[in-house]
């Protein structure tokens, strides 16, 4: 099978073979030099749309970027595929998202045209020389985020650049350049103009990685972070956290529990993000002045997420005290918070908060336990269902769910084992009841 690192070498030869320019650019050529296996390939070269298209066959190549001079490869099977992109220069960018058109260039312009210099390789896998126009090799060995050109120019181009020099600050460990974060805190306030997917996409990109708690620090530091959520003026941000300092503040609580999340959703980190804020909203705190009830809902309509992340959102916040207070809980209760779809999401944010507030470790645990065990043990198959109902004759209405509920809780508790006692204990509710539950 082809890797796709050995197909990117081969798309190269090919595109050089035919005579034009080919390099890796880009990420992949950054990733590369520090060590860690890229996440994609990307080539660029002089050869036009068409002319890759025509060497590479139209069956084999996809042209959904043609316009910014873009054809996706299709590699063989386990390869994956690689966008070639044409050696491009970006005319002026009059509304601060996108350039208003793209012209087609040298290697060296299409460096320049980059965002930060650690971006701005390319590299030559047939000599495996790196071609450097920006000082991108330098700036990866000193580890500092650097705009190519003039900082300012190019934030005005694209506001998102602002974000985006924070998500590789954090994700390598490095430092903004001084003249970048100058112009980043300088123009933060200009980030709202672009669209609420292309912020929620590197929201999700820095919230997801291992390195969030120092990206959200970074977020806030350049004031990026009071743009996206200006809530979290409710939790008084100060600049001194550190993974070793103590909690003792929502704000330092809240990159410390980021920081404590292994391998969290994108939902389960913004939860964890604004856990303190929905809390700082006690309607009686002096704070109330900023109303945060459903934090989730107000994410969810901000960057458009999907209804699986706003569940996600809600569920976590709400059952996380629940699980860590497990050892307290009646079963049956517990039992319909751990059958429930998402429940791993809930425990990683247990598990974070548990660990920050030093409470409630063993009720995480004891979950952990309990889902370890066999289905069969903890969450048997229900002994009735609405069609038993039927058959004996009760009407269907509102009255089923607690019906149903009652001999859950009664087979949870071990009052009952099998499905003769059930169906007794369903006459036996419907008739103390009056058939009103
Ligand atoms: P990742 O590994 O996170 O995907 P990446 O560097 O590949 O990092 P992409 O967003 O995939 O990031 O972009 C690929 C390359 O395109 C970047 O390395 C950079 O050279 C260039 N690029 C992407 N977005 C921008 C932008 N908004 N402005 C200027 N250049 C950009
Ligand atoms: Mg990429």
Redesign the pocket.
């Known amino acids: 099978m082809t890797s796709p690192a050995e197909f990117a070498s081969s798309v190269v030869t090919r595109l050089r073979s035919a005579g034009f320019e080919a390099l890796l650019?880009?990420?992949?050529v950054?990733?590369q030099l520090l060590g860690i296996p890229?996440?994609?390939y990307?080539v660029a070269t002089s050869a036009l749309p068409d002319e890759i298209r025509d060497l590479f066959g139209r069956r084999k190549t996809l042209a959904v970027g043609a316009s910014f001079g873009v054809i996706t490869v299709i590699g063989p099977r386990g390869a994956g595929q690689i966008d070639v992109a044409t050696f491009r220069r970006d005319a002026a960018y009059s509304d601060g998202r996108h350039p208003d058109s793209v012209s087609f260039t040298t290697a060296e312009e299409d460096a320049l045209?980059?965002?930060?210099t650690i971006?701005?390789l390319f590299f030559d896998p047939l000599t495996n020389r790196v071609i450097d126009y920006v000082g991108g090799q330098e700036d990866l060995h000193r580890g500092i985020v650097r705009a190519i050109g003039d900082p300012v120019q190019r934030i005005a181009e694209?506001k998102?650049?602002m974000v985006?020099g924070v998500?590789f600050a954090a994700r390598f460990g490095f430092a903004l350049d001084e003249p970048t974060r100058r112009a980043i805190q300088a123009s933060a306030g200009e980030l709202v103009i672009c669209s609420a997917e292309r912020i929620a996409a590197e929201l999700r990109?820095i919230l997801t990685h291992d390195s969030r708690a120092r990206g959200v620090q970074l977020l806030e530091s350049t004031g990026l972070l009071a743009v996206m959520l200006p809530e979290v003026s409710l939790l008084a941000p100060d600049e001194g956290w550190s993974p070793e300092s103590t909690a003792e503040t929502p704000w330092r609580r809240t990159l410390h529990l980021l920081a404590r999340l292994s391998e969290p959703t994108f939902a389960v980190a913004l939860a964890a993000l604004v856990r303190e804020i929905s809390l700082a909203d006690d309607p009686r705190s002096a704070v109330a002045h900023m109303p945060t009830h459903d934090m989730p809902h107000r994410l969810f309509e901000r960057w458009r997420l999907s209804t699986h992340e706003l569940e996600e959102m809600t569920q976590v916040l709400r059952d996380e005290p629940v699980v860590r207070d497990a050892r307290k809980l009646p079963w049956p209760r517990l039992q319909r918070i751990l059958s429930a779809p998402r429940i791993e999401s809930t425990l990683c944010l247990a598990t974070g908060v548990a660990a920050v507030l030093g409470d409630g470790s063993e009720g995480v645990a004891f979950c952990r336990d309990v889902l370890r065990r066999p289905a069969a043990e903890w969450n048997p198959p229900p002994l009735v269902t609405g069609e038993d109902l039927k058959h004996l004759g009760i009407p269907p209405g509102p009255a089923y769910r607690a019906l149903l509920e009652a001999v859950r809780d009664a087979q949870l508790e071990s009052q009952i084992h099998s499905r003769e006692e059930a169906l007794q204990l369903v006459l036996a509710e419907h008739k103390r009841t009056g058939g009103n539950a």
């Open positions: 650019a880009g990420g992949c950054r990733d890229p996440k994609d990307d045209r980059r965002d930060y971006n701005g694209d998102l650049r985006r998500r990109r």
